[in-house]
C-alpha cells in the first residue's frame, strides 16, 4: 500500500494552498504523488453535500445531524477513491488530501455538545469510513491550527473558483466557527495530529513559505 497524509483545518486556514506546495515539492523531491481534495465537487457523488451546503435542508449546519451529514461525505470519499486513486494508493503511490474523515470529525463533531456522545460519534465515524467503507486510514494528519478571526479574514478574502456555491451554511456561521475551532484543536491533540501553529504569538499569521517549510520537514523526517 502507498501512504496518505491529510492537511486539515478549519475553514480559511490555509488547507489548499499548502497541499498544492508540499504536492510541488515532493514531486520536485521525486516522489510519485497525487493530490485530492475532498469534498469532490467536480463528482455527481457531492450531490447531497452541496445540497447541504447550500441549506437546502435546513439554513443552519445543525439543521443535519452529524452522523447524517457524515454519512454524505462518507459516499462522496468512497466514490472518488473507487473511482479515481485506489489503485494508484494500493500500487505505493503517495497520496496528499486537502480535507479527509478527519473533517468530518472536526466539522460534524463540533454539532455535538456532550462528551461522551461526540466520543461515540467519532468510534462511529471511524468504523463506518475506515472498516465498513475500507477507506484508508492516514498516515499522518497535519492540522493548521489558525485562530478565528484570522481564517474568516482569509476566507472573506479568497476566491474559490472550484466551488459554484450560492453560500455555505457552515462558513457564514461565526458561532459555528468559533466552536469548530474549539473542537478542532481538541481532537487534534487527542488524535495525535501534528499541529502546525499558523499564528506568531502576536497573533499575526506567519507567511506561506514559513508555514510550508515547517510541513515540508515534518513530512520528509516521516517518509
Known amino acids: 500500500m502507498g501512504k496518505l497524509l491529510v492537511i486539515e483545518g478549519v475553514d480559511g486556514s490555509g488547507k489548499a494552498t499548502q497541499t498544492a506546495l508540499l504536492h510541488q515539492a515532493l514531486t520536485q523531491l ?18 447531497l453535500i452541496k445540497m447541504y451546503l447550500n441549506g437546502e435542508f435546513g439554513e443552519n449546519a445543525n439543521s443535519v445531524n452529524a452522523f447524517a451529514a457524515s454519512a454524505f461525505y462518507a459516499v462522496d470519499r468512497f466514490a472518488t477513491f473507487q473511482k479515481q486513486w485506489a489503485q494508484f494508493y494500493e500500487e505505493g503511490g503517495l ?10 470529525m472536526i466539522h460534524q463533531g463540533s454539532k455535538i455538545s456532550d462528551v461522551e456522545d461526540r466520543q461515540e460519534y467519532l468510534a462511529w465515524l471511524i468504523e463506518l469510513e475506515y472498516e465498513r467503507f ?8 497535519i492540522f493548521l491550527e489558525v485562530p478565528p478571526q484570522i481564517s474568516q479574514r482569509l476566507r472573506k478574502q479568497r476566491q474559490d473558483l472550484k466551488r459554484d456555491l450560492a ?7 461565526l458561532d459555528y466557527l468559533q466552536k469548530t475551532y474549539e473542537i478542532a484543536c481538541q481532537i487534534a491533540r487527542e488524535e495525535n495530529w501534528h499541529i502546525i501553529t499558523c499564528a506568531d504569538q502576536g497573533g499575526n499569521l506567519r507567511s506561506i513559505d514559513d508555514i510550508h517549510q515547517e510541513i515540508l520537514a515534518h513530512v520528509r523526517q516521516y517518509l
Do not use: A
Open 30 to 47: 521525486g516522489y510519485t504523488v497525487q493530490r485530492t481534495s475532498f469534498p469532490n465537487y467536480d463528482s455527481p457523488s457531492s450531490s
Open 95 to 104: 497520496l496528499l488530501c486537502d480535507r479527509y474523515t478527519t473533517s468530518n
Open 134 to 141: 475500507c477507506l484508508p486510514k492516514p498516515d499522518s494528519v
Open 167 to 173: 453560500k455555505d451554511i457552515h462558513e457564514s456561521n
